[in-house]
């Protein structure tokens, strides 16, 4: 009994740990795929997010993720929405993940989401509007559509990845997290 919920409490965490790094790529996606895993059973929010999996949270979900992924191929608003994407997928990397984690005090969950899922979000983000904005820079802004399906494609991966691979996409997380604070050292340092 003691060990499904300490199960039940880590692969909620792990799978939300690999959402939030997925929310650090594009803010709602990743919330579209928990909705719609919520929808069909695979995955039980805790107690208070259960909404995630109906209908209206699908559809809602579905339009924001549509307008998000169309701004970005807007050329000047994409680094706007950059400056508003990166505190907002802090908020979207706890979110995500407290609402995955079950059996867990109320302390302990939300410090955890905050600090592990948000700040895997807001790394990710961090790391990815510093790459546009270089990209802006230097091609004066022409690559920045290749950047923003390259973005799409690697939330929706993660996305799965954190529903079908837990594991992986939390090693993914991981791999990205590592990968941000030396892109982000080495710009400090350069």
């Known amino acids: 009994m003691y060990l499904d919920q300490l199960w039940g409490g880590i692969s909620g965490f792990v799978i939300g740990i690999g959402l939030?790094?997925?929310c650090g790529f594009r803010v709602i996606l990743p919330f579209l795929g928990l909705s719609l895993a919520a929808f069909y059973g695979f995955v039980e929010p805790s107690p208070g997010f259960q909404w995630m999996g109906?209908?209206?949270?699908?559809?809602a979900f579905a339009t924001a993720a549509v307008l998000e992924i169309g701004a970005y191929y807007v050329p000047w608003m994409?680094?706007?929405l950059d400056a508003a994407a990166t505190p907002l997928a802090v908020a979207a990397g706890t979110i995500i993940t407290a609402s995955l984690m079950t059996d867990v005090?109320?302390?302990?969950?939300?410090?955890l989401a905050l600090i592990a899922g948000g700040g895997v979000a807001g790394t990710v983000?961090?790391?990815?509007a510093l790459l546009r904005g270089v990209s802006t820079l230097s091609t004066g802004g022409t690559a920045n559509i290749l950047?923003?399906?390259?973005?799409?494609l690697a939330s929706t991966l993660t996305t799965f990845l954190a529903l079908l691979l837990p594991p992986l996409a939390f090693l993914l997380a991981a791999s990205l997290i590592v990968?941000?604070?030396l892109r982000l050292r080495r710009r400090r340092n350069g």
């Open 125 to 128: 983000q961090a790391s990815t």
């Open 147 to 152: 950047l923003a399906t390259a973005e799409v």
């Open 179 to 181: 990968w941000g604070f």
């Open 105 to 111: 005090s109320p302390f302990i969950k939300w410090s």
């Open 20 to 22: 939030s790094a997925a």
């Open 54 to 59: 109906t209908w209206p949270a699908v559809v």
């Open 78 to 80: 994409d680094n706007l």
